[in-house]
């Protein structure tokens, strides 16, 4: 009962379909943390980028910013998060927004940036597009805190809810890195496209990304769509069902339960 009232509330009722998730086909076998093997996606999801280049005038005067970080513990992330200036976003922002959950949990979402709820309350996801998201955690039977962080790519609000510019994505770079490297979660998965493009630093087409497992230093990566994207393209909810089942049985195959 639980998981058709969820998927109710996902807007799928009782007309999703499940896909033929390629598992079998892209190698994944349990491995201990930290130990998967990559997986290179094809050309036609991922088109190669420059290097990840940090750009804003801060951070050229910061020397060794990204060295500082990378050795930071929980309260000293939270806190330089807090107070940083690195990009522009701080000029509007109410606070920035590190992340909320499960420090310790195998499923790390990221999605792109903190909306107007979120600058207002301090946490990810909490407007219409997390309502959703808690949706889609419960239909696969995860929820928010147990076991499950919950990230964005930029700390703080782009005003108007605009796509962060890349120098804002590189700017917070280090911070979303270093929290991948505290929680060590066993899969990531990166919702919409500044999210994925952030993680691979690489061109992505969501289309041709999705039901594919990438690889972020040796942790599987699959990408969907942020839910935002769907509250505005109902049409899409079934694929995300589907992209769920992916998650979920990547997972389980991650941890040696079937
Ligand atoms: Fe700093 Fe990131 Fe906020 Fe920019 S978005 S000011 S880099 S915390």
């Known amino acids: 009962m639980r998981r058709e009232s969820t998927l109710r509330e996902m807007g799928l009722g009782p007309v999703w379909r499940l896909r033929d998730a390629p598992v079998d086909n892209i190698g994944v076998s349990p491995v201990p943390k930290r130990g998967f093997p990559a997986v290179t996606p094809t050309s036609a999801a991922v088109e190669q980028a420059p ?36 990009c522009m976003l701080c000029r509007e922002r109410k606070q920035a927004v590190l992340g909320v959950g499960d420090v310790n949990a195998d499923w790390l979402f990221i999605g792109e ?33 147990d076991d499950v962080y919950i990230a964005n790519a930029v700390k703080c609000r782009p005003p108007d809810n605009r796509t962060p510019d890349p120098e804002e994505t590189s700017a917070c770079w280090p911070f979303l890195e270093r929290q991948v490297a505290l929680i060590k979660p066993k899969l990531i998965v990166a919702l919409g496209k500044p999210a994925a493009q952030t993680l691979l630093n690489a061109e992505v087409k969501i289309s041709a990304s999705r039901g594919r497992l990438f690889d972020f230093k040796g942790i599987p990566l699959i990408i969907t769509y942020h839910p935002a994207y769907l509250l505005r393209n109902l049409a899409d909810k079934a694929k995300a069902w589907e992209d769920l089942c992916f998650m979920r049985s990547t997972m389980r195959k991650l941890k040696g339960t079937v």
Not at 117 to 143: H, W, Y
Request: with cysteine; aromatic share 2%.
């Open 51 to 86: 290097a990840r280049q940090h750009l804003t005038p801060t951070l050229a005067a910061g020397e060794g910013r990204g060295e500082a970080i990378a050795r930071m513990d929980w309260p000293e992330l939270k806190s330089t998060v807090a107070d940083c200036d690195a």
């Open 113 to 145: 940036g903190p909306g107007a709820e979120e600058d207002e309350r301090g946490e990810p996801f909490v407007g219409q597009a997390g309502k959703l998201l808690d949706a889609m955690l419960a239909a696969i039977d995860l929820k928010r805190g």
